[in-house]
């Protein structure tokens, strides 16, 4: 079966960075779009970033827009979350999602099949 597993989180001061990698293992026939997802205490989770199979679409929310970069290297079906500039309000549980229904990045969180565990990321001020 197809598995996602985040790595990468932890705790990082106010304008500091993390990179976070999710890599998807299991029977990958199909190519795939993926995406990141946060969740913080009480609240949704929310859309973070997304990106296509071939790398070429890729799609940010306005918070992070210009802070966080998305990439992948299918060849290591690895997907990557690169964090800069953080602030406290990026504090959350990240999780990386699956698409095997198409090619094309969503950012819509109920279009995504397979979902990693989550890797917790804090941000202090």
């Known amino acids: 079966q197809i598995q996602l597993v985040e790595s990468g989180g932890g705790l990082v001061q106010a304008g500091g960075s993390l990179r976070l990698s999710c890599v998807v293992s299991?029977?990958?026939?199909?190519?795939?779009?993926m995406g990141w997802f946060r969740q913080a205490p009480g609240k949704e989770r929310d859309f973070v970033a997304a990106?296509?199979?071939?790398?070429?679409?890729?799609y940010y929310a306005d918070s992070v827009k210009g802070r966080f970069t998305i990439s992948r290297d299918n060849a290591k079906n690895t997907v990557y979350l690169q964090m800069n500039v953080l602030k406290p309000e990026d504090t959350a549980v990240y999780f990386c999602?699956?698409?095997?229904?198409?090619?094309?990045?969503?950012?819509?969180?109920?279009?995504?099949?397979?979902w990693g565990q989550g890797t917790q990321v804090t941000v202090s001020s």
């Open positions: 299991g029977r990958t026939f199909s190519s795939y779009a």
């Open positions: 990106i296509s199979w071939s790398g070429s679409n890729r």
């Open positions: 999602a699956a698409d095997f229904g198409t090619v094309v990045a969503s950012t819509a969180l109920y279009e995504y099949d397979y």
